[in-house]
């Protein structure tokens, strides 16, 4: 395979990691693209999908969001967003206007698994436990602050990660609209018929994805108010409802 | 200014370059046929993604069922497969498939198959073992046990799986626009590149409509193939 020999070169070329245009460069557009955008979605999606969680409302908006999330193309979002007036100037900041439409088609991609997974998380802390922390006289935000969100802390976090692999693989197709990041690689390698700098391109973006998905399972691993055991749950959970 | 009115008026669509509307009732009577090409085109690729996902997935599922020890291997592989990002997948097939509609419905069949092999395996997986033991008591084979009884259980959490991959199949089918056959995605990047709202706008539309049509589509379809679960709820 030609092709595969000639991705290696193309990889090892310390010329091809170099430059405006380069690797390293297009990843670090990339990830800054996905960090801002989960970030933001994780300002705008969690506060709301805790609270219904919390309430105990509002659970088919919750999970049909999800359904309704995927059926959008993330690239006819991207499109309109860049064929529209709004948002804004020309430039914004590193993103550039392009960047920007793909900033806002990603945050709304992540918004999704983020909602759905954070509202379950708070809505399946065990009855009994949150029962318990109100007969022990806890206000409505200790009970929510001390018992409902960090039980809920491993669940919210595996769709914050869910989310950030997912929106780290799309953000390459920025490239469709003239944007920045690692898609831009791909396509030019693509349409140049330089198919082993495409292929770079894509396994850089795959080795980072698996990076990036290594390293959150770490967080939430550290997230976990009871570490590893299920049975140690169990038995926090039966001290609390013991009382 | 005074030249620009009459253009303006002699072409009253609401589509011309000068006002250039994103809804705009005369460009979808104008360029029906146009729409409903990309439609088909989306359709058929979607429909031929989900197909060739199934044949996989279906024997995929059944070995790592089968075999218990390949079971990590056979869903690590499905899932690893989406690390790959969309964008990239339909350009690493082109030296194989060459610019044709078989890239892009093995790239999409690709990323279906990993929704599906887990939610078939786990749909076998959650069948009884006693209604299996009572199948086998009554004399069924391993192949009328597999059809009778075990895949008209299973079929729910299966139906479930394949709603997702089919919404997100005919979402992702619109970067097939890479390398030129991407339906609904055709008309989307043309839009972009001549900034033509209505037709950008008219193709987003018809791709969430397709896939809220097929969703129902499977769902009626389920129902229809599982009558007992209709009482349980009611």
Known sequence: MTVLADTWRYLTDAASWQGPGGLWARTVEQLLLTGSALVLAVLVGLPVALYLGHRGRGGFLAINISGVGRAIPTFALLALLVTAPWPGPQEFGPYGRAGLATLLALMLFALPPIITQGYTAIREVPDEVKESAQGMGMTRWQQFFRVELPLGLPLIASGVRLALVQVWATATIAALVAGPGLGRIITEGFYRSNYSKGIAAAVVVALVALVLELGAAAVQRALAPVPREPQQADTVRESLSGT | ?234
């Open chain 2, 1 to 234: 200014m005074r030249v620009t009115l009459l253009a303006a008026a002699a072409e009253p669509s609401c589509y011309s370059r000068l006002t250039n509307e994103w809804i705009c009732g005369a460009y979808l009577v104008d360029r029906r046929g146009e729409l409903v090409d990309a439609t088909v085109e989306h359709v058929l690729i979607t429909v031929s993604a989900l197909v060739f996902a199934v044949v996989i997935a279906f024997p995929m599922a059944l070995l790592a069922r089968r075999y218990p020890r390949l079971e990590g291997g056979v869903l690590g592989l499905s899932t690893g497969l989406y690390t790959i990002p969309s964008l990239a997948l339909f350009p690493l097939l082109v030296p194989f498939t060459g610019l044709s509609p078989s890239t892009v419905v093995l790239g999409l069949g690709l990323y279906a198959l990993t929704i599906l092999v887990r939610s078939m395996l786990e749909g076998l997986k959650a069948v009884p073992a006693d209604v299996r033991e009572s199948a086998l008591g009554l004399g069924y084979g391993a192949g009328k046990l597999l059809w009778r009884i075990e895949l008209p259980l299973a079929l729910p959490v299966i139906m479930a799986g394949l709603r997702v991959a089919t919404v997100s199949t005919v979402a992702l089918t619109t970067i097939g626009t890479l390398v030129s056959f991407g339906g609904l995605g055709d008309l989307i990047r043309d839009g972009v590149e001549t900034n033509f709202r209505a037709e950008l706008l008219a193709a987003a539309v018809l791709c969430v409509v397709l896939a809220v049509l097929l969703d129902a589509l499977l769902v009626l379809a389920q129902r229809a193939m599982t009558p007992w679960t209709r009482g349980v709820r009611a």
